[in-house]
């Protein structure tokens, strides 16, 4: 456990300095260019380079030795932000500069996430998963709140140039932490393992682990939905509470999804979790999906604020069940190709989601809940009437629907109880480090 903790506290310093980067580029980005469009194409070149790249990624991260991995990413996106800065001290930084960077991150991150996760059933017993899984899920939280905070103090006295320069300390910090230390070995491959290397030999092992286990399908598809619903609601969410409130609201609203989301890690990196899985997965997934739904039915930011602060709670503890679960159930020898489709498969969701929300919010549920709209009559004596209460029709939808998903597996027996229909994979104690 004392490895995987010096692991974890360099990708915590690391995650935040990239938070400061990515704040502060947006800023840069909307002051220089004022554009929504652009804001939104680098939010796209975050993902669509790593949904290409996962399944090499995957293959590549079971075949090299993990640590270096990390390292190697690490140190291909230190290489990136430095190149940011040069270009930036010289005058010349450009949006296309930064969309080339935020790709390469995004490929570096293809790598380095999935030997991250597959490291760390060599480094933890298989009674602290869950512990661990909550320990890594405390980094999003901290980095939502700190990294806003930050940038916006720092952009002020030190620049992006100066920002940039954080970043890259924090890069070094997590190298020197993957310096000190050493991994297991996986276990030794058996004689179906030891053939000639295929890439997409192995890219079909990966997806065939998933097929030939139902319930690691079920809990692919669930996640595959919950993140589009989530990502959906993500991308009306500024406007939504911006039609209720100012500005300083909706930056107390963010905070406060922070403050739950980091009290949720908190929570999971001490507690081991329910002793069923699923239970953690499917049960916490359903109080996410009702807090959904009150924040489409407010007409209050601060009530939405406190929804979403109780619903942020609860995502640490879903995701923290389910890597718990996925490390137990997947044999450490294809866990990077497995990984790397789960991260794949969910990434994927995002961009669809962002592309069919704008259109139905602009062209069907924002003028149909204005007064004489078509869906006023229907939806107003519950929804209200007026601007933004569209907004809030779409929030409520998506929340019946996540809600759905969550308890369809916890009334269906066989869904309820897949984690014991699948053999572990997970050893019992940690591989002994290798010389």
Same mark, same amino acid.
């Given at each position: 456990m004392r490895t995987f903790i010096t692991v974890w506290v360099g990708q915590l310093f690391s995650l935040v300095g990239s938070g400061l980067t990515q704040f502060a580029l947006g800023i840069w980005v909307y002051q220089k260019t004022g554009s929504a469009t652009l804001f939104a194409m680098i939010g796209m070149a975050a993902i669509l380079p790593a949904v290409l790249v996962a399944p090499f990624a995957g293959v590549m991260v079971d075949r090299w030795d993990r640590r270096r991995t990390m390292i190697a990413a690490d140190s291909a996106a230190a290489l990136g932000t430095l190149s940011v800065a040069a270009v930036l001290w010289f005058g010349e930084l450009q949006t296309w500069h930064i969309l080339a960077?935020?790709?390469?991150?995004? /490929?570096?991150?293809?790598?380095?996430?999935?030997?991250?996760?597959?490291?760390?059933?060599?480094?933890?017993?298989?009674?602290?998963l869950s512990r661990a899984a909550g320990m890594v899920q405390l980094g999003e939280p901290m980095s939502s709140i700190l990294a806003p905070v930050l940038a916006g103090a720092l952009f002020g006295t030190i620049g992006l140039a100066g920002i940039l320069g954080v970043d890259v300390v924090t890069f070094l910090i997590a190298m020197a932490a993957l310096a000190l230390v050493r991994f297991p070995a996986p276990p030794p491959k058996s004689k179906a393992e030891d053939e000639p290397p295929s890439m997409r030999r192995e890219m079909r092992e990966g997806w065939q682990f998933i097929a030939q286990r139902p319930g690691l399908v079920i809990l692919l598809v669930f996640f595959c939905v919950l993140n589009f619903v989530f990502a959906f609601s993500n991308a009306l969410f500024v406007p939504y509470v911006l039609s209720m409130a100012n500005e300083a609201t909706l930056g107390l609203i963010m905070s406060a999804a922070g403050v739950g989301g980091l009290a949720g890690g908190v929570l999971a990196s001490t507690w081991a979790g329910? *002793?069923?899985?699923?239970?953690? /997965?499917?049960?916490?997934?359903?109080? @996410?999906?009702?807090?959904?739904?009150? +924040?489409?039915? =407010?007409?209050? =930011?601060?009530? /939405?604020?406190?929804?979403?602060? @109780?619903?942020? %709670?609860?995502? $640490?503890?879903?995701?923290?069940?389910?890597?718990?679960?996925?490390?137990?159930?997947?044999?450490?020898? !294809?866990?990077?190709?497995?990984?790397?489709?789960?991260?794949?498969?969910?990434?994927?969701?995002? $961009? @669809?989601?962002?592309?069919?929300?704008?259109?139905?919010?602009?062209? !069907?549920?924002? $003028?149909g809940m204005n007064p004489g709209g078509a869906l006023a009559d229907a939806l107003g004596p519950l929804f209200? +009437?007026? $601007?933004?209460?569209?907004?809030?029709?779409? %929030?409520? @939808? *998506?929340? !019946?629907?996540? *809600?759905? *998903?969550?308890? +369809?597996p916890l009334l269906i027996p066989a869904w309820r109880n897949l984690e014991d229909r699948l053999p572990d994979a997970m050893p019992d104690a940690p591989v002994p480090v290798a010389g």
């Open positions: 960077y935020v790709t390469l991150a995004a /490929v570096a991150g293809s790598f380095q996430q999935p030997a991250y996760q597959a490291s760390i059933t060599l480094l933890v017993p298989k009674e602290m329910p *002793t069923r899985k699923t239970l953690g /997965v499917f049960g916490f997934g359903t109080a @996410i999906s009702l807090s959904m739904m009150v +924040v489409g039915l =407010a007409e209050s =930011a601060w009530v /939405v604020g406190v929804a979403l602060c @109780i619903g942020m %709670f609860f995502l $640490p503890l879903v995701n923290a069940s389910s890597q718990a679960l996925w490390q137990q159930k997947t044999d450490p020898g !294809v866990q990077g190709r497995v990984f790397a489709l789960r991260r794949m498969v969910a990434l994927a969701a995002i $961009p @669809i989601a962002y592309l069919t929300a704008g259109p139905l919010a602009d062209y !069907v549920f924002a $003028p209200g +009437v007026g $601007p933004g209460r569209g907004y809030g029709v779409m %929030f409520a @939808i *998506t929340g !019946v629907l996540a *809600t759905a *998903t969550s308890l +369809v």
